[in-house]
């Protein structure tokens, strides 16, 4: 039995996020989210300006004439949705936690593929994997897909995208669209980035919340790190202490992203405090363009 709240949240995004993957995403995920490789449909004589690397000497052969095999895009693809589930994704200031901003953007990409006759799966972690749904199509599977996100109960609260990203390169044997959603705090996974990246179209999805970025002025405070449970006592008082937290996250966060660059990752931030549809709209604008230079 599905609690009423989980039913009532699950509807609302599926209204919000299926409107909006039609209305404002439709075109450009046709374009930038290409399907992966070609299928082989017939083999035909060969016409002068045919590409003598096409031509099936085994038919020729047996025909006494020239025949080239012809190829079309396979346009189906598969759309894996790699979701960071870990403690300090329940974390959240304003609308709504970073797990909540994450099942959202997963609806859009979800509803964008079914859309389009791709398979969706997801991939749930901690610092273990947590679920795992094969890839499917249809709007049912996309909102199981969801309600497994929103629905979630991780037996864990660490964070190892290691292990997530190793599970993503295990199990996606065929060539993917990886959407890995995170707030990218773990350490220890570029190595692993760079392994998955080899064989998917991997993009991160670096999801953020004001008080990642800005320490608020309330005093002297309690700080509890959601993923270990240690705790330290700070004045958020002192514009020093604030600075350096700023300066600090600004740090980590600018490192993360040159990571994506150097691997040649498009990424997209998507914050809790602001309409995700922008940058997701951006996003696939961007990939799109690309696709016709």
């Keep these: 039995m599905i609690p009423k709240e989980l039913l009532k949240a699950l509807r609302k995004i599926e209204i919000t996020t299926n409107r909006l993957a ?3 995403l439709a075109g450009n995920y046709t374009s930038g989210f290409k399907g992966q490789g070609l299928a082989f449909r ?3 004589e060969y016409l002068p300006g045919d590409d003598v690397r096409t031509i099936d000497w085994n038919v020729s052969a047996r025909m006494n004439s020239t025949y080239v095999k012809v190829f079309v895009e396979e346009r189906e693809m598969t759309v894996m949705l790699v979701v960071d589930l870990s403690a300090s994704e329940r974390f959240g200031t304003r609308t709504g936690s970073k797990a909540r901003l994450a099942a959202e953007v997963a609806a859009l990409c979800a509803f964008s593929a079914i859309s389009h006759n791709d398979r969706v799966g997801l991939i749930l ?3 273990q994997v947590e679920k795992i749904v094969p890839p499917m199509k249809g709007q049912k599977h996309v909102m199981r897909v969801v309600r497994e996100i929103l629905g979630a109960a991780p037996e864990r609260p660490g964070t190892d995208l290691k292990i997530a990203l190793e599970t993503l390169y295990r199990v996606a044997r065929r060539r993917s669209v990886a959407f890995v959603m995170s707030d990218f705090f773990a350490t220890g996974y570029e ?10 179209d991997v993009i991160p999805v670096l999801l953020v919340d004001p008080r990642d970025e800005q320490l608020p002025n309330v005093g002297l405070a309690n700080f509890e ?3 270990t449970g240690d705790s330290v006592m700070v004045d958020t008082a002192s514009p020093r202490v604030r600075a350096h937290y700023a300066h600090e996250m600004r740090r980590r966060r600018e490192s993360t992203v040159r990571l994506f660059t150097k691997l040649g990752l498009d990424h997209c931030v998507v914050r809790t405090d602001r309409p995700y549809i922008g940058p997701m709209r951006d996003l696939f604008a961007r990939r799109a363009r690309r696709a016709h230079r």
Excluded: C, K, M, N
């Design 22 to 24: 039609t209305e404002q």
């Design 42 to 44: 017939e083999v035909r």
């Design 125 to 127: 972690a901690t610092d």
């Design 191 to 200: 190595r692993t980035l760079s392994l998955a990246a080899s064989r998917h």
């Design 225 to 227: 790190d959601f993923e």
